[in-house]
T-cell receptor, first 110, second 112 residues
Framework: DAKTTQPNSMESNEEEPVHLPCNHS???????IHWYRQLPSQGPEYVIH???SNVNNRMASLAIAEDRKSSTLILHRATLRDAAVYYC???????????FGKGTRLSVIA | DGGITQSPKYLFRKEGQNVTLSCEQN?????MYWYRQDPGQGLRLIYYSQIVNDFQKGDIAEGYSVSREKKESFPLTVTSAQKNPTAFYLC???????????FGSGTRLTVV
């Protein structure tokens, strides 16, 4: 399994952009990079995923380094509802379930 | 609406008793998973199943058992052999080759 490194915690002011980094230096060539987030006392929810190109959806953007050893989840304007634990997890289509580390706890200040 | 349902939300049991956690999905997903989460920790995989009547152990399967008799259902039994069963248990499902996991809202088990 590809190992990931994320900061334990980050803080942002409301309405400002947030860049959440993830290092996955042992990622394999076929692994997608997935991001999930978990609100307090809830199950994680899917945020975004990508392979090589940067990706955008209504929730966030995903910037993937050219060597694919790191990625950054971008929340363009943080809101109080974005306060959660964010997990980065590499994985591919196949037989291996996703591995979720401790993630990054994002706090948003009003 | 399609989704994944875990019940109950909170569960209390006495030490030494087996307890079964329910997980049902109506998303027509092939694969289902059970994870355990302890305070301040990530998710650890207990069991997963990619097809009916088949399942595989995850990283921490000892003291747990599962069954997959129907595509929609993947119950988890926490047995008395599990030494530290108090935790937050999460069930998830996904299509066969797509990693868009859908998680349930979890069951918080407390053993006293």
């Amino acid at each position: 399994d590809a190992k990931t490194t994320q900061p334990n915690s980050m803080e942002s002011n409301e309405e400002e952009p947030v860049h959440l980094p993830c290092n996955h230096s042992t990622i394999s060539g076929t692994d997608y990079i997935h991001w999930y987030r978990q609100l307090p006392s809830q199950g994680p929810e899917y945020v975004i995923h990508g392979l090589t190109s940067n990706v955008n959806n209504r929730m966030a953007s995903l910037a993937i380094a050219e060597d694919r050893k790191s990625s950054t989840l971008i929340l363009h304007r943080a809101t109080l509802r974005d306060a959660a634990v964010y997990y980065c997890t590499p994985g591919n289509s196949g037989n291996t379930p996703l591995v979720f580390g401790k993630g990054t706890r994002l706090s948003v200040i009003a | 609406d399609g989704g994944i349902t875990q019940s109950p939300k909170y569960l209390f049991r006495k030490e030494g008793q087996n307890v079964t956690l329910s997980c049902e999905q109506n998303l027509n997903h092939d694969a289902m998973y059970w994870y355990r989460q302890d305070p301040g920790q990530g998710l650890r995989l207990i069991y997963y199943s990619q097809i009916v009547n088949d399942f595989q152990k995850g990283d921490i399967a000892e003291g747990y058992s599962v069954s997959r008799e129907k595509k929609e259902s993947f119950p988890l039994t926490v047995t008395s052999a599990q030494k530290n069963p108090t935790a937050f248990y999460l069930c998830a499902s996904s299509p066969w080759t797509d990693y868009g996991y859908t998680f349930g809202s979890g069951t918080r088990l407390t053993v006293v």
